[in-house]
Each structure stands twice: as structure tokens, then as C-alpha cells.
């Protein structure tokens, strides 16, 4: 580009140093040392722009101190739209002004008559919109247009000059110099290899919104995620066998315990004195018996009482058996050989409780399933047999398979007060890191729906149950 500065602009056409008619005088030898003084030095600051920002806010507001113009309009895009990158003597350029969208929209108009490839320069209201006001109040109504390419010939861009006055061929030789200039720049800041690249985005937006409605006809199973917990299977239920106050707990939650091995002991001091009374009633009823006995054998009167002697020790027998029988209730043992479960010893401890109220379970440790709860907010129509994967927060990069094996017809209240059914799943294979009690988040796949459906089922139940759609 050095090399074209001196043919292209010669004293006589390009900076007005002289005309045919004579020779140029020292002052318009002066104003044409001038002129390519400050050609030279804004094609140096050009290339010396830092950003693309910086080189545009440059174009706009330097070009005019040798193109002759009065304002200059950046512009840049791809394909067939451009948008105002900069403006002259204007900081920040608002896209929705009214003059801004005007200049882009006189800027589309002329690419789709004539072209962006080629400089051209026009007179308003050339290009305008019809009915347009703004070509009434703009002050300078003649415009020249001179496109930004790269060495293939792809337009990424332009500066549009206006002027009070017609341009000339002179005047446009060096805008169309300038304009070379700006472009190596440009390419040199943004790369060549960005401005190429002219992605058409109406043929891609079809072509999303297609792929997006095929796939959303794409089968895929219908799952849901709700709180697990692996729980025991068929665990025995130790319960209050009496209304009163648990005295003592012998067991660790936890912790292992054997067929028989106590695990609880209620208050028995009411039962003990029941008791000692009960087996004092039976002494005086053994006592009275053997009295009327004796005694019968030479008295009728006593004879008579012998029947109802007998009734009343066997009834004070029964109350001294119930007795005995209801204190070796207050000792709880293990039913079979498990773990107990239970939360803390310090929630039982002294609390009264009901009787058949529950206070732990022995459950076997090497019978697990998964106890699932789905809100029913979530609920989904889950068969027997459906696929559960467990992700266990002691261990959620080795998710652990299960089938449901049951599901509870209604729904009830868990922890948070949140209403859910409960599902329970067996495991395919039980890990060895897990145990009872761990808690996670498990995946249940029901049927196979559509994508679309899949993705917007919550939304869908909103508006139905909101609005009746």
C-alpha cells in the first residue's frame, strides 16, 4: 500500500497542489506537504490501534481532517447487516437512537441495491425508507460509501461520510485509500480468519427450530428424583409392651445384639410393690383356706365357706401371676440376632410411651432395600420391576441398581411435612460400603414419553391445575 501513494495522488488530482493551466504556487506546495503529512500519520496511528474499539473510535473522528467530510459512520457486521460501531465526536454509540437506526436501515437499503462491495456516493433521500423524517433534519445530504474488504473480497464493513457538497472523484480517491488502510488494520486486530466466516443466521435458525421439533419427539424414559434411604428388610418391631416410662436403654443405636440380650427396661416400681401385694393376697388366701379346711371337718357352717375359700385363692393366685408376668414384660429382649435402630438414647430415656408404641426395630444387617419417597408433586406412574438408581451421598460416583418391588397405594406425610409415596426397590447387588441408615438421592425410570413432554411436564401441570387448560 506504500507503494500506491505516489501514482494515486499526485499534486494535480489528488490534494489539489496545482492544475493544468499552471504551475502550483508555494502555498498550495505547502498545503499538499501538509495533506500527505497527515495521510501518512493517520494510516500510522491506524495500524497502531490496540483494539478494534480504538480503531473504529479513530476512523470516526480522524477521517475527517483529510476526507473533507463533516461526520463519518463506522459500521461492521456480517452478511447483509451492518451496525454503528462509531460515530464522530460521539463517546458511546446507542443503538436505538432514532438517527443510529436510521443510518443502518439507509445502509441495508443500499447493500440490497446496489451492493457493499464497490464505493459509491449518493444524495439523500436516496436509500431512505419511505416516509422517512429524518432525511428532512439531517444537515448534510450528501453521502459517500466506502467498504472495509479483505484480499478474498468479503465486505465486513464500511464508513459512511456525509457533506454538505457533492463529492468528487478526487475526494473519493482518498477515502478509498483511507478505507484500504482501516481494512488491514481491522483484519489484523480482529483476524482474517473471523471475518470470513459469514454465517447466514435465518438458514440456522430454521434449521435449529427444526432439530429442535424432531427432537422433541425423541423417546426417553420418564424419570423422577426423590430421597432414599437404605432401609431393612422385614425388621422385628420392638414396641412398649405397657403404658409407663422407659427406666434404661441397654443397647447403642447401631450396635449389634443376640437372640435374647436385653435391650430395654420400663419403670417397674409400680409393678414390683403390684407384685409383693399380689403374692401377700395369696398367703392370706392359703392361709384362710387351710383354716376353713380343718375347720370344716366338725363344723357345717365352715363346710360351706370351703368353695368360696378356694375361688379367692385362685383368684388372688391369678392376680399374683398377672403380676409376675406383667414386670418380666418391663425387661425387653432382642427377639432374634440383628442391629438395633433406633435414633437416641437420650429421646427414650424417661419419656412415657403407650402401649404398642414404637421405640426401635432389630433388623438383619445383610437384608437391605431401598426405601424411597417421591413427592407427590413428582409422582410418576411407576410399575413393579421399574429401574432405581441409588446415588448415596457416601458414595454418589458408584450409583447402586434396584428394581421396585412395592409402592404404597396412599400417599402420608414425611420428614418436612411433605406428602409422598413410599416405594420400596431390592438391590441387584449389594455393595460393600453399604449399610443401613445411609441416606441419597435416587432416579426412578418409569414409562418412555417424548422429550417435549418430558421437559415441560411441570410446566403443563401448573397451567392445567391453575388454569383448567
Not at 74 to 79: E, T
Not at 139 to 155: E, H, S, Y
Not at 232 to 253: F, K, L, Q, T
Request: hydrophobic share 45%; with cysteine.
Amino acid at each position: 500500500m506504500e507503494q500506491n501513494i505516489k501514482p494515486s495522488l499526485r499534486p494535480s488530482q489528488g490534494l489539489g497542489a496545482g492544475t493544468a493551466s499552471g504551475p502550483a504556487t508555494p502555498a498550495q506546495d505547502a498545503a499538499v506537504a501538509r495533506a500527505y503529512d497527515l495521510l501518512l500519520r493517520l494510516e500510522a496511528e491506524a495500524r497502531q490501534a490496540a483494539t478494534v474499539g480504538e480503531l473504529a473510535f479513530l476512523i470516526a473522528n480522524e477521517t475527517i481532517r483529510i476526507a473533507k467530510c463533516r461526520q463519518a459512520f463506522v459500521l461492521a457486521g456480517r452478511g447483509e447487516r451492518f451496525t454503528v460501531k462509531a460515530v464522530t465526536s460521539i463517546g458511546s454509540v446507542d443503538r436505538n437512537a432514532p438517527r443510529i437506526r436510521w443510518i443502518e436501515a439507509m445502509t441495508r437499503s443500499l447493500g440490497a441495491e446496489k451492493g457493499f462491495g464497490a464505493p459509491c456516493d449518493f444524495a439523500l433521500p436516496a436509500f431512505c425508507p419511505p416516509d422517512d423524517p429524518e432525511h428532512k433534519t439531517y444537515p448534510f445530504r450528501f453521502f459517500a460509501w466506502l467498504p472495509f474488504r479483505l484480499r478474498n473480497g468479503i465486505v465486513f464493513g464500511g464508513m459512511l461520510l456525509a457533506r454538505e457538497i457533492p463529492w468528487g472523484e478526487q475526494d473519493l480517491l482518498i477515502g478509498r485509500r483511507l478505507s484500504e488502510t482501516y481494512a488491514h488494520a481491522w483484519a489484523a486486530l480482529a483476524g482474517e480468519g473471523k471475518l470470513k466466516r459469514r454465517i447466514k443466521v435465518k438458514p440456522l435458525i430454521a434449521a435449529a427450530a427444526i432439530a429442535t421439533i424432531a427432537l422433541g419427539f425423541y423417546p426417553v424414559p420418564m424419570t423422577v428424583l426423590a430421597p432414599v434411604e437404605v432401609a431393612p428388610i422385614a425388621p422385628r418391631i420392638i414396641a412398649a409392651p405397657m403404658d409407663g416410662v422407659i427406666d434404661s436403654i441397654a443397647v447403642n443405636p447401631d450396635q449389634a445384639v443376640r437372640k435374647g440380650e436385653p435391650l430395654l427396661t420400663m419403670s417397674d416400681v409400680m409393678l414390683r410393690n403390684e407384685l409383693a401385694v399380689a403374692e401377700q393376697d395369696v398367703r392370706v388366701a392359703e392361709a384362710k383356706l387351710m383354716q376353713v379346711t380343718q375347720g370344716a371337718v366338725g363344723d357345717p357352717k365352715l363346710r360351706a365357706n370351703l368353695a368360696v375359700s378356694r375361688s379367692e385363692l385362685t383368684v388372688a393366685a391369678a392376680k399374683r401371676d398377672y403380676a409376675r408376668d406383667m414386670l418380666e414384660r418391663s425387661r425387653v429382649v432382642a427377639p432374634s440376632d440383628g442391629i438395633a435402630i433406633y435414633t437416641d438414647r437420650r429421646d427414650w430415656v424417661g419419656r412415657p410411651v403407650t402401649t404398642g408404641e414404637r421405640v426401635m426395630e432389630v433388623a438383619d444387617p445383610s437384608r437391605m432395600q431401598l426405601r424411597i419417597d417421591v413427592p407427590v408433586a413428582d409422582a410418576i406412574a411407576v410399575a413393579q420391576g421399574a429401574k432405581v438408581r441409588a446415588f448415596l451421598d457416601s458414595d454418589p460416583l458408584n450409583p447402586a441398581s434396584a428394581k421396585v418391588v412395592a409402592a404404597s397405594f396412599e400417599a402420608r406425610m414425611i420428614e418436612g411435612d411433605v406428602l409422598a409415596y413410599r416405594i420400596y426397590a431390592t438391590l441387584d447387588n449389594v455393595p460393600d460400603h453399604m449399610r443401613l441408615g445411609i441416606r441419597g438421592t435416587a432416579q426412578i425410570s418409569g414409562e418412555n414419553v417424548f422429550l417435549a413432554y418430558y421437559l415441560f411436564r411441570k410446566p403443563i401441570s401448573v397451567l392445567r391445575q391453575r388454569f383448567g387448560l
